[in-house]
């Protein structure tokens, strides 16, 4: 049984005050909290059997490569990734991208096309960029509607024999839109594209199969999961890793090394140059555990109740708008107060101890087609409470009395 008291009980940090205020953190697109589970898994791992991984032979480094190797399997299991090998730790989203884009240098050519959407985080636009520059490929991008949604005639439009790759979030971090992913991945492989997708908004909420979708590459960030940060994960089919270069040279990714030349290793280590974060890949799996143990159905019925709530009791607010009405969205409201700056708004929250998030969120594309300079985001998850999005409702008129 879904028990949100119950739940808030493994988080810490729930409990404390901010500005005299208990606190409401509805920033959780930005980075979710930490529970007890997670924060025990990484004192433990320093406590007891902290050592270098892969290459020891005495029992603690066998500890822990044993635990770093078990937390891959977890990983692997909860993707539905055919192999283990598949799953490439990495420091989060930002990094599997760049890993995958550094890949494709060698693989494109003038005349090539990358597709990209409009809903993009930078972290999913500026890499392609640069690989555009590195190997003359062009850059195209789906539209938008009003409602914050691809608009999946126009993606049609775009796709050809020219098409090499498609990148796409599975869901925006600015509006909370929810992808049709399946469909976008199932139309680029028709013409023989490879495709990429965001996981970082998606996988707090939802459980992807990479098996089902058929994606070739999907990466996350576990601190958007309950996980530590500087850690996440990319998943690539098999074929496309092994064609890959590598991405960075160093120690564990080798196979024989001479000043003649070097052999890499095989999957996932040609990929994971240098000692890693190995308590983040640890904490990453207790994260995964942990989450699985609430359950993703559990968690996407009673977020979505969360954000109706919400969407409800802020629309009732006079010359409120909402950015982002997508029937398919998640746990996101981004909003503005007609004729006030989101920045004052989000500052007024925080004395009230309500921590959101105010800006272009990494999305100044987005911004820039609304022609505002940014919004208030209040991002729920599975621990939040309709009491702390009353808190935020009453914030909200407090600050458009004081501001307007
Ligand atoms: C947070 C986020 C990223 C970047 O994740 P990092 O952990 O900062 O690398 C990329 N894409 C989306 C959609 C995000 O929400």
Redesign the pocket.
């Known amino acids: 049984m879904f028990n949100v008291e119950h739940i808030r009980q493994d988080f810490p940090i729930l409990h404390r005050q901010v500005n005299g205020k208990p606190l409401v953190y509805l920033d959780n697109?930005a980075t979710s909290q930490t529970p007890q589970a997670v924060i025990d898994a990484i004192v433990a791992y320093y406590s007891n059997y902290n050592a270098n991984i892969h290459r020891g032979v005495h029992s603690l480094s066998q500890e822990a490569t044993d635990a770093y190797e078990e937390a891959r399997i977890k990983i692997q299991n909860h993707f539905n990734a055919k192999f283990s090998h598949e799953i490439i730790f990495t420091s989060?989203?930002?990094?599997g991208i760049n890993l995958v884009a550094n890949g494709f240098s060698s693989l494109l050519k003038k005349g090539d096309e990358i597709i990209v959407s409009a809903l993009e985080?930078h972290?999913?636009i500026v890499p392609w960029q640069m690989l555009c520059e590195r190997s003359g490929a062009t850059l195209k991008v789906i539209p938008m509607n009003l409602e914050g949604e691809l608009i999946m005639s126009e993606y049609h439009k775009l796709l050809s024999d020219h098409t090499k790759l498609v990148f796409v979030?599975h869901i925006?971090?600015a509006l909370g839109t929810i992808n049709p992913i399946k469909y976008i991945i199932d139309e680029a492989h028709k013409v023989g594209a490879a495709v990429l997708i965001?996981g970082?908004?998606s996988c707090p909420h939802i459980k992807p199969d990479v098996q089902a979708l058929d994606v070739d590459f999907y990466v996350t960030?576990a601190?958007?999961m309950c996980g530590p940060t500087g850690e996440?994960m990319l998943y690539g089919k098999e074929d496309w890793l092994n064609k890959l270069p590598p991405y960075q040279g160093g120690g564990e990714m080798i196979d024989q090394v001479t000043f003649e030349k070097t052999t890499y290793a095989g999957l996932p280590h040609k990929f994971e140059a240098g000692t890693p974060n190995i308590c983040g890949g640890i904490a990453f799996g207790a994260a995964i555990d942990y989450m699985n143990g609430i359950g993703f159905d559990a968690i996407a019925n009673y977020e979505h109740e969360l954000l109706e709530y919400a969407t409800a009791k802020l629309s009732e607010i006079e010359g409120l708008k909402i950015y982002g009405t997508s029937k398919q969205k998640t746990s996101v409201v981004s909003f503005n107060l007609e004729g006030i700056h989101p920045y004052d708004v989000g500052t007024i929250l925080d004395k009230l101890g309500i921590a959101v998030r105010t800006g272009h969120h990494?999305a100044q594309p987005i911004m820039d087609f609304y022609k505002i300079p940014g919004t208030v985001r209040a991002s729920f998850a599975f621990y939040n409470t309709k009491e702390e999005v009353d808190a935020l409702v009453t914030g909200v008129k407090k600050a458009k009395m004081m501001l307007s």
């Open positions: 697109a989060g989203t930002t990094h985080h972290s999913n979030n925006s971090n965001d970082a908004q960030s601190h958007k996440g990494c």
